[in-house]
């Protein structure tokens, strides 16, 4: 069992960054991808980034793509995501979730474990 625990969540301007961290306990993660997805308000989760396990390979959203950047420390058990220039769609609960194998994958049904979701809010 692998818990997941995300952080660094809160409200910001527009314009504006955030870095969000997950970080995992119980069993590691390290040998797995993990992935970023977002709950707008009223909308259904969608995927934000993904990297696999050794962070050689990365995905991202083309909403996000050149703003947000998804990093891990393999040692530490934890990755990140920075988010710069945010705007006020990208409002949402984010959640990091640990894939069910090593690459990096977009799709919702490769994830196995999720963290219970930081909230991000950007005003305008």
């Known amino acids: 069992q692998v818990t997941l625990v995300e952080s660094g969540g809160g409200l910001v301007q527009a314009g504006g960054s955030l870095r969000l961290s997950c970080a995992a306990s119980?069993?590691?993660?390290?040998?797995?991808?993990v992935g970023w997805f977002r709950r707008p308000p009223g909308k259904e989760r969608e995927f934000v980034s993904s990297?696999?396990?050794?962070?050689?390979?990365?995905s991202y959203a083309d909403s996000v793509k050149g703003r947000f950047t998804i990093s891990r420390d393999r040692a530490k058990n934890t990755v990140w995501i920075q988010m710069n220039n945010l705007n006020p769609e990208d409002t949402a609960v984010y959640y990091c979730?640990?894939?069910?194998?090593?690459?990096?994958?977009?799709?919702?049904?490769?994830?196995?474990?999720w963290g219970q979701g930081t909230q991000v809010t950007v005003s305008s």
């Open positions: 990297i696999s396990w050794n962070g050689g390979r990365t």
């Open positions: 119980g069993r590691t993660f390290s040998n797995n991808a």
């Open positions: 979730a640990a894939a069910r194998m090593a690459y990096s994958s977009t799709q919702y049904s490769d994830y196995r474990y």
